[in-house]
């Protein structure tokens, strides 16, 4: 293979930079040449002529973005790409450009666009991104880490004002459907109660209920955190949860969405380092003529599997980790 494209798509994670740099770099290593893809799928679907959908990427083209969050590729979700005929699209801006392979960097989304691309003739590595920890074939993806610190910090400095007042802080934090930024943050932040939709035990009235027996117990102010995946489930959001708890508990009680904050800053040196083994390994993959396929890790080895196979890998949260916040949050 001589020449590769790289894209990212979905949602942008910390650690995205990191993942560029070490796929274009290994890639003109080998003597390939690397071609940036622009916008996600887009830059395939709906390649612009005046070149600025796809360009050449050279060893300097890549400096300097290691620490920093986002994408320098830009990214998008592609509704376009969906359907065959935008694949096929996608095959002949390949074509046009001399790319033989390309190396997919995002969200579960971006990997059927990778497997439909490489059953079209292309040959595609995904590699996971998401900040949302949501991808089963994997113990870890790109962008979850920073997320998290990123929650962390901004959590306790919820708990300052929370304790000056003798207040609940009820959080939300995103993670789509899955509760896994949640339940670490809310273990890392030393959560009351961490509601997720994943585990149907930890209700909002179970919150309640800790709020009462932990207040009996002394404890004058609290930290809920809940996942964007739960408040979707019950159709209601943190507003309403801290006003139940309220009206409730008779604690003064207010709401965060964290929102968009989580997706950005520098990423962490985990996010760096998972994200230049990705990207190393992704390359390597290609060179060797291998597509539709997904890198990941697990228990810090890498791992990769054919990208249906990986689709079809079901998660589910830890309950250990449930069961030690249980214990020790009081
Ligand atoms: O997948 C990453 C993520 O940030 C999720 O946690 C969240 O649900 C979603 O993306 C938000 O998407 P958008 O940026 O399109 O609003």
Do not use: W
């Not at 033989?100 to 666009?113: A, C, K, L, P, Y």
């Not at 991808?135 to 910090?153: Q, R, V």
């Not at 030393?190 to 930890?202: K, M, P, Q, V």
């Not at 209920?209 to 964007?228: C, D, L, M, P, W």
Request: charged share 25%; with cysteine; proline share 2%.
């Amino acid at each position: 293979m001589k020449t590769i494209g790289i894209l990212t798509s979905g949602g942008d994670a910390p650690g995205m930079n990191a993942a560029i740099r070490a796929v274009t770099r290994t890639a003109l290593q080998k003597g390939m040449t690397v071609k940036g893809i622009y916008k996600g799928f887009n830059g395939l679907v709906k390649p612009t002529k005046d070149s600025e959908s796809i360009k050449s990427l050279e060893i300097r083209s890549v400096s300097d973005i290691m620490q920093k969050g986002g994408t320098m590729l830009f990214t998008a979700r592609c509704p376009e790409f969906v359907p065959i005929e935008g694949v096929r699209k996608g095959v002949q801006t390949c074509k046009e450009n001399g790319i033989e392979g390309v190396v997919v960097i995002g969200g579960d989304g971006s990997f059927r666009g990778a497997r439909d691309l490489s059953n079209e003739g292309v040959p595609c590595i995904a590699i996971p991104a998401t900040i949302d920890n949501d991808i089963p074939s994997t113990g870890y993806t790109i962008g979850f880490d920073t997320a998290l610190n990123t929650a962390m910090e901004l959590i306790d400095k919820l708990r300052d004002t929370a304790q000056s007042h003798d207040r609940c802080s009820v959080v939300e934090v995103m993670g789509r459907r899955a509760g896994d930024i949640a339940l670490h943050t809310g273990i890392a932040c030393g959560a009351t109660s961490i509601l997720t939709a994943e585990n149907d035990s930890y209700t909002v009235e179970h919150a309640i209920n800790r709020i009462k027996s932990t207040k009996t117990g002394g404890k004058h102010h609290f930290i809920i955190v809940v996942s964007e995946g739960f408040t979707a489930a019950r159709h209601i959001d943190a507003n309403m949860i801290a006003k139940q708890i309220q009206d409730d508990t008779g604690v003064e009680s207010r709401a965060t969405i964290l929102g968009h904050v989580q997706r950005g800053g520098t990423p962490t040196l985990r996010d760096r380092v998972v994200a230049s083994r990705f990207g190393y390994r992704a390359v390597e993959l290609l060179s060797e003529s291998k597509g539709n396929m997904v890198v990941g890790l697990n228990r810090n080895s890498i791992v990769e599997y054919e990208i249906n196979e990986a689709l079809e890998m079901k998660k589910n949260l830890d309950e250990e980790l449930y069961k030690i916040a249980e214990t020790i949050s009081f």
